[in-house]
């Protein structure tokens, strides 16, 4: 079966932003701030970057906030040495970037779990969502708030965070409209009272 088309992806891509409430938003324009709403995404793995990746496109403000100090998920910190990931390069590339050179077909049929985590990190550099990152940044509690949005409460460990270098770990609690957590089912279970989805 052939891969998409660039020209068939962007349709796609256009016709699932349809679904969000800032379709009313025309190319090069932007939301006034009041009208931008929050999302905390947990977990800079596969499926964190690629949430974060659709929710910026429809105009939202996201921060990802991940534990470890790399993005990539269990590829990154939970595979054996010469770990190939058993899905196929072409169901396990995402609709929007393939893993072959220049969008073509990778010529292995099966990667290793640090060609992967290469082509995450290249996912984020093409899609622009380093920026977006809180690394070494742990989850330790999400709250709802009576206002239908979140309370996430972080540690971060030392280092620079925000801007700020930080001389030790810190706690902080931050305020958001929508919270997705994206993250390995072993991990999931402090955030089961959240029900953390992303609603529109």
């Known amino acids: 079966r052939a891969l998409p088309s660039p020209a068939e992806v962007a349709r796609l891509a256009m016709a699932a932003s349809q679904f ?17 709403r929050s999302v905390c995404v947990i977990g800079a793995g596969a499926s964190g970057l690629v949430a974060a990746k659709y929710l910026k496109e429809a105009g939202y403000k996201v921060t990802i906030v991940e534990q470890a100090q790399a993005i990539g ?27 072959g050179p220049d969008d073509k077909p990778h010529p292995k049929p099966h990667v290793s779990a ?21 690394l ?19 540690a971060t460990q030392a280092g620079e965070q925000d801007g700020v270098v930080q001389s030790d770990a810190s706690r902080r609690v931050r305020v958001y409209e929508y919270c997705d957590a994206c993250v390995r089912l072993c991990s999931a279970c402090a955030c089961l009272r959240m029900r953390a989805f992303v609603r529109a």
Do not use: I, K, Q
Not at 79 to 85: G, I, M, Q
Not at 121 to 131: A, D, K, N, P, T
Not at 143 to 148: A, F, I, L, Q, T
């Open 20 to 36: 969000t409430p800032w379709n009313r938003v025309g190319d090069g324009e932007t939301l006034p701030a009041e009208d931008v």
């Open 73 to 99: 998920g269990v590829f990154d910190s939970r595979t054996y040495d010469d770990a190939r990931l058993v899905s196929s390069t072409y169901l396990t590339a995402f609709s929007d970037l393939r893993m």
């Open 114 to 134: 640090v060609e992967y985590v290469e082509y995450l990190r290249e996912y984020c550099r093409r899609f622009e969502l380093e920026r977006l990152m809180r």
């Open 136 to 154: 070494g940044t742990r989850v330790l509690r999400v709250e709802r708030r009576s206002d239908g949005g979140y309370h996430v409460e972080v």
